[in-house]
């Protein structure tokens, strides 16, 4: 492991990390956020629950635990937003702390049959609006 857990975005949990994104849940080995930037309607991501900054570093079973709960919030992704599909998106090159960005994809929409951008700031929503999103995330989880 490279970087230090003290300067991780994911475990300093501070108002950096608050101001991008909205914890919705503690999964099994992992959290739920739901982006504030909202390009992707439904985007959401899902951070490990140690600082670890590679997949590869897990144990078979934390891994599995991990793509159990990545595969759980695109479920419910799907469920609550009927995206025509979720792109995946795993980079640590510049934040070395496991986490999966995962967008919604709507034919027609924002970059449909290309990659998504990381935060194009352009839609973001009222605090009621997050809460119904985040609401409707956990009754399918």
């Not at 956020?33 to 590869?56: M, P």
Request: net charge negative; charged share 25%; glycine share 4%.
């Amino acid at each position: 492991m490279k970087s230090d857990p003290k300067s991780c975005l994911y475990c300093q949990n501070n108002e950096t990390l608050h101001s991008l994104m909205i914890e919705v849940a503690q999964l099994s080995v992992s959290r739920m956020f739901i982006f504030r930037e909202q390009t992707y309607r439904g985007r959401c991501l899902v951070a490990y629950k140690d600082h670890v900054d590679d997949l590869n570093l897990l144990s078979d079973a934390d891994r599995n635990a991990f793509m159990s709960d990545v595969a759980k919030v695109t479920r419910a992704m799907q469920a609550v937003f009927h995206p025509d599909k979720i792109n995946y998106g795993a980079y640590s090159d510049t934040l070395e702390h496991l986490h999966f960005h995962l967008i919604p994809k709507y034919e027609g929409g924002p970059d449909w049959g290309g990659v998504f951008q990381m935060n194009p700031r352009q839609v973001y929503l009222t605090d009621a609006e997050y809460q119904e999103m985040a609401e409707q995330l956990k009754a399918q989880l």
